[in-house]
């Protein structure tokens, strides 16, 4: 996904760690942080989409659905699945993975940041009337 904007800050290039920073306007703008790509793969067109920062006070509404959207719809361009990493005891995150539209895949254990934890994976498949 090389260099590209998304709403405002760009991304890397694939194959690196990258960062999208969302300016959704309203009272949580500045409180909607950041959110990354990573394990971007051209050969299976996938990529996972990485941690959301939201501030406490915007979770439950609409920030993560519009950061989400505009990230998939990123994603998208360049990918046909898009993959989210959720950890197992995570349930406000797996309600939102719900919420988007992501369908659950797989659990899997996995090191990360030298912890070994285990995630349910979920996708999200890019639609027919989306392709080009």
Known sequence: MPGHQVAGEAVAAPGKQCAARSRIS????????????????????DIVVGYTFLSRRCWGGRYN?????????????FVDRVWFHVGVNNTRSQRAMEKVGARFSHRVTRESGGVTAEFLHYFIDRSPSSAD
Request: aromatic share 12%; proline share 3%.
């Open 65 to 77: 659905r519009e950061l989400k959207a505009l990230m998939l719809a990123h994603a998208f361009r």
């Open 26 to 45: 309203g009272q949580c703008a500045a409180a909607v942080n950041r959110a990354g790509y990573y394990e971007y793969n051209p050969e299976a067109r």
